[in-house]
């Protein structure tokens, strides 16, 4: 079983997937995931809109439903007795579920036993880290209790769960093998309509619809700034396919952009080649600046949450930065505009900036050499596959 929760992990959990099945193709896969993942090849038995919310007030809200999805998923553990169940991201749910597990002693059905001996218990990993070294480092005490083997993205957390005496495997990042262009960036706009010869900017403000209520009003305000400065620029906003396109519409339909239809274009079609036509991009903090780094493109990093799950993580967290690429770099290479400092002029300002410092692309590509080499994904199924005999 494979557990996801959200869009990015859709993602990440599907290159797994896929990676098992080329190296094992009798492995049955089921799981809480997106598209991504039942394109793979997994049996999908909730989707990853059930559990796409983040912060302290929005579980709250969303409590009775996520509390079904959690019962609904240890009862199909009870029902099909997994080999193992493999982790993904979304610590808050994946980690009660862990402990869950481990504390029902759930077993695997599909081990020959001889008389007597009693069936292997499920084997829990845990793919993509839970952020331990933002905040809390000690929680690995408590994940080393609830999980057999993590297998984690980048060098430092192998560091970081290796000193605390866990079983951890370093893959590398499978972003390195998925971000691939098809179509360059001319054809990308001829085909939305846009001009190969303005300066094209991007909007992704981020994969839950919670962001894009919070991110896009003001990247579209921060778009018409840009658009007064330059008449010479357009702009593509990237749909994530976890969001209804009605609330982008009705978003849009309440700022300027609502009459101009030949300036701004929603994007619904492959990622990577969206990016890659941008010449610079208003990204909401997550996977997507490492997604937006990889295709070496500047970009201004935002981020909005409610204002109790702002007040927490801000006494919480205690490295300076919380966009990725910046993170992994270990400098600012993109600026960052949390909260209040979100607001249209502060973004188009930046924008502005990035646009004309060609210093950033060479800092991205460093980045880029930075996360691994290609077969993250075939890596980690082997570590997966191994570790199951």
């Not at 797994?16 to 995931?33: C, F, M, N």
């Not at 005490?141 to 000193?163: Q, S």
């Not at 085909?191 to 190969?196: K, N, R």
């Amino acid at each position: 079983m494979i557990v996801a929760g959200e869009a990015s992990g859709d993602m990440r959990a599907a290159g797994l997937a896929r990676a098992i099945k080329e190296l094992d193709p009798s492995v049955q896969l089921t799981g809480i995931g997106g598209k991504y993942m039942r394109e793979a090849g997994v049996e999908c038995f909730c989707d990853i809109t059930e559990l796409a919310v983040i912060g302290i007030a929005e579980v709250v809200k969303n409590f009775s439903r996520i509390k079904k999805v959690f019962e609904q998923t240890l009862k199909t553990i009870d029902e099909t007795k997994p080999d193992a169940v493999i982790l993904v991201d979304y610590p808050g749910f994946n980690l009660r579920l862990a402990a869950e597990i481990k504390k029902k002693n759930y077993h695997s059905n599909n081990k020959t036993c001889h008389s007597g001996e009693s069936r292997n218990p499920i084997k829990i990993f845990y793919y993509i880290s839970p952020q331990v070294w933002a905040w809390r480092e000690k929680r690995v005490l408590k994940i080393k209790t609830l999980v057999d083997r993590m297998i984690v993205l980048f060098p430092f957390e192998k560091e970081i769960y290796a000193k605390y005496g866990m079983t951890v495997d370093y893959v590398g990042h499978p972003l390195v093998d998925e971000v691939i262009v098809d179509k360059d960036q001319t054809e990308v706009l001829k085909a939305i309509g846009l001009s190969a010869h303005k300066t094209t900017i991007g909007i992704m403000p981020g994969s839950r619809a919670k962001e894009v209520e919070r991110h896009l009003p003001c990247m579209l305000e921060a778009a018409q700034i840009l658009f007064n400065q330059n008449k010479e620029r357009q702009f593509i906003l990237l749909k994530s396919s976890a969001v209804p396109m009605e609330l982008y519409s009705s978003v849009i339909a309440r700022s300027a952009f609502q009459r101009r239809s030949n300036l701004l274009k929603i994007y619904d079609g492959p990622t990577y080649d969206a990016i890659n036509a941008m010449d610079c991009a208003m990204v909401a903090s997550g996977t997507a600046t490492l997604e937006t780094a990889l295709l070496k493109k500047p970009m201004v990093i935002i981020y909005k949450t409610s204002w109790l799950t702002y007040w927490l993580a801000k006494s919480l967290i205690k490295i300076p930065y919380i966009g990725l690429v910046n993170i992994v770099a270990g400098k600012k290479i993109a600026e960052e505009l949390i909260q209040n400092d979100a607001n249209a002029i502060n973004i188009a300002n930046a924008v502005e900036t990035a646009l004309h410092n060609p210093q950033i692309v060479e800092e991205l590509s460093a980045v880029k050499a930075s996360l691994g080499e290609p077969g993250a994904s075939l890596r980690a199924a082997r570590v997966v596959l191994q570790a199951l005999n």
